[in-house]
């Protein structure tokens, strides 16, 4: 059973930045392309940003670009995402997926298949 769990959420006033950590219990991390995807209340689930295997390509919805920046370290078997210049609108639950096929879709408006999810952590942005 692979678990994935996120960290590091928490209030944060605009303009402000926050990184979020998400560790998964898997053998062999880095055979897994990794993502991240949040929900505000009322709205779809959306892919924020994907990062492949090696680390090598990574994805961003458009409303993040500039602003986050998705990493990993397979030897530690992290993913993180480091958010500045925080906005009300980035204000969601969190979520950390791993075994996904990182693309462009992924951060698109289509749901795409996820192998793993983690509990969530909430990103709440005060105005």
């Known amino acids: 059973q692979v678990q994935v769990v996120e960290s590091g959420g928490g209030l944060v006033q605009a303009g402000g930045s926050l990184r979020l950590s998400c560790t998964a219990s898997?053998?062999?991390?880095?055979?897994?392309?990794m993502g991240w995807f949040r929900q505000a209340p009322g709205k779809e689930r959306e892919g924020v940003s994907c990062?492949?295997?090696?680390?090598?390509?990574?994805y961003y919805r458009d409303s993040v670009k500039g602003r986050f920046t998705i990493s990993r370290d397979n030897a530690k078997n992290t993913l993180y995402l480091q958010m500045n210049s925080l906005k009300p609108v980035d204000t969601a639950m969190y979520y950390c997926a791993a075994d996904l096929d990182c693309s462009a879709e992924t951060v698109g408006p289509f749901r795409v298949d996820i192998g793993y999810w983690g509990q969530g952590t909430q990103v709440t942005v005060s105005s």
């Open positions: 898997v053998l062999t991390f880095d055979d897994y392309d």
């Open positions: 990062i492949r295997r090696s680390g090598g390509s990574t």
